[in-house]
């Protein structure tokens, strides 16, 4: 990530510099205050505040079989509404009463680890180059080429793992989470920059490190991040008894946060996070409530919406949310099982979902916004629902998902390829477009083992043909077996991991993509090859 060559940014001034240019990145620690509030968050477009009422829930299933028996046009007919874009920093925010709301569960699966130490600061990137009207696109004929990756950072810390990676929005870098409890950033390999063909690719080593509290529950990038706007460039993290932090992607420094209490007035911390399309709002996922927060308030001023009431509509903790690019609603994960879509403007219920056999982990739109995938822990299918008829799925795609840890999957940017890890390690790429021109299912095109552990994140770069990969999961010793290897039974110990696979790598993933015909000339160049030790990139 590229920062401006100037100060780091006081916690109450004003970037003024938007042009991309290589600075040094601050090496001062981030403030863990729970209860920091920051004065610097993008304001919503221009107008007035929406309602923080929560509406009164509307029985979910009956929606559905309207929807169901209307058909195509149902769905794009329901709501119309307009996006702005974010101005300058506004500074302000206002503490009330707390909401009544439920409580919210803790997470099943996230372990108790301590706070970290400071974050540290990396100097000059070279700048993103512009590469004009290039459109770079995915080819999975072949198997995928390692280019870099990030593997040293992560086995200082003992029984430590990678817990997702996602790319910003503007591919100028790439965001980490792990069980040490820390955020990491990283910028893309400058060997990518080089206009000569390269074979070896150094080690990746993170720019700025983000360091939170406590287990982090989830992390998102604002919708409308760009390396060139410094106003725009931050993350939403969430974390085990913690309110919502928001960091700045220049500096590492806390820059704002938002706080949710029970009805108790005790601090309880959000399950998920997802920004509103046009960056106005913050959709937190809590227990049976979904919390909107709007990014110009930092603090606890929020509006509630109910996702059960009177025994009807979805329960469980919201795990994961989601925005169709093209229709003004957005859909809801439960570890209940559910899936609920709802509208935008007020959080009314459209339709709830069911099918999945464990608690829904991840959602994403594809782009046509017609179809919506989901994955859920401990479930072997990846479900496909087409909106236009959500009463029952369009597809079911197999992966093994044999465990409760957050398994992603990724669409590219125009929607033909479909990649998921798995706990198995290997990673699976689907071919959407010649299911949908068929009208059958889509089988996978390729598969591939990048390290023997598992692979819990995927994320795809929206430019440029680069497959980000992290792996690791959380693993338990086992009951050692006596005369093994004709050892003494008063030697041996009573759990061993000797036969665990430890891998906690970030890899980056060349997918031989080329620029169109009417694109200019590659600038980068061929990509070469190297692996870390002990790595693997085999067909299965």
Not at 1 to 28: F, G, K, N, R, Y
């Amino acid at each position: 990530m590229q920062t401006p060559e100037a100060q780091p940014l006081a916690p109450d001034c004003l970037p003024s510099v938007h042009a991309p240019a290589p600075a040094i990145l601050s090496p001062q620690a981030s403030p863990m205050d729970k209860n920091t509030d920051s004065e610097l968050m993008p304001p919503p477009p221009d107008g007035d505040d929406p309602p923080r009422i929560s509406p009164d829930p509307v029985a979910v299933s009956a929606v559905s079989q309207e929807l169901g028996e209307k058909g195509p046009a149902s769905l794009s007919t329901l709501l119309e509404t307009g996006f702005g874009t974010p101005s300058e920093l506004s500074p302000r925010i206002e503490e009330q009463e707390p909401e009544n709301a439920s409580l919210s569960a803790e997470e099943t699966n996230g372990p108790e680890l301590g706070p970290g130490e400071a974050m540290e600061g990396v100097s000059e990137e070279p700048a993103l180059e512009d590469e004009g009207n290039a459109a770079w696109n995915y080819n999975f004929s072949q198997l995928p080429r390692f280019l870099s990756g990030s593997w040293s950072e992560f086995s200082t810390q003992s029984e430590n793992f990678l817990k997702g990676c996602k790319w910003a929005p503007d591919g100028s870098c790439i965001l980490t989470s792990s069980a040490d409890n820390i955020l990491r950033i990283y910028n893309l390999p400058p060997e990518l920059y080089s206009e000569e063909e390269q074979l070896e690719y150094a080690e990746m080593a993170p720019v700025l490190r983000m360091v939170e509290g406590d287990t982090i529950y989830d992390y998102c990038w604002y919708s409308l991040m760009s390396s060139t706007q410094p106003d725009t460039s931050y993350v939403a993290s969430s974390s085990r008894e913690n309110p919502i932090h928001i960091w700045d992607a220049f500096t590492g420094e806390l820059r704002a946060s938002f706080r949710a209490y029970n009805h108790l007035d005790e601090l309880t911390a959000a399950h998920s996070l997802c920004f509103s399309l046009d960056g106005s709002q913050l959709f937190s996922g809590f227990n049976r409530t979904v919390r909107v927060f709007y990014t110009a308030r930092p603090g606890r001023d929020c509006e509630v919406r109910s996702t059960f009431a009177k025994k009807q509509g979805q329960s469980g903790i919201i795990s994961c949310i989601a925005f169709s690019p093209t229709q003004p609603l957005y859909a809801c994960g439960s570890y209940g099982r559910s899936l609920g879509l709802y509208a935008c403007d007020n959080g009314s219920p459209l339709a709830l979902l069911g099918g999945h056999h464990g608690g829904i982990t991840h959602l994403c739109f594809h782009p046509d916004g017609n179809r919506l995938f989901s994955g859920a822990r401990k479930d072997a299918e990846l479900l496909c629902w087409d909106l236009r008829w959500p009463s029952h799925t369009l597809w079911s795609l197999s992966r093994e998902v044999a465990t409760n840890q957050r398994i992603y999957f990724d669409l590219d940017p125009t929607g033909q390829f479909l990649v998921s890890g798995s706990t198995g390690g290997a990673v699976s790429v689907w071919d959407l477009s010649g299911a949908l021109e068929d009208n059958g299912k889509p089988e996978p095109i390729l598969s591939f083992l990048p390290q023997k552990d598992c692979t819990n994140g995927v994320s795809l770069h929206p430019s440029l043909p680069l497959l980000a990969t992290a792996s690791g999961q959380r693993v338990f010793p086992e009951p050692t077996e006596s005369g093994d290897e004709g050892e003494q039974e008063l030697d041996l110990p009573l759990l061993s991991m000797r036969h665990a696979h430890l891998e906690c790598r970030l890899q980056l993933w060349w997918c031989w993509g080329s620029p169109d015909a009417s694109s200019p000339e590659d600038h980068q160049g061929k990509k070469g090859q190297g692996q870390p030790e002990g790595g693997g990139d085999e067909f299965i």
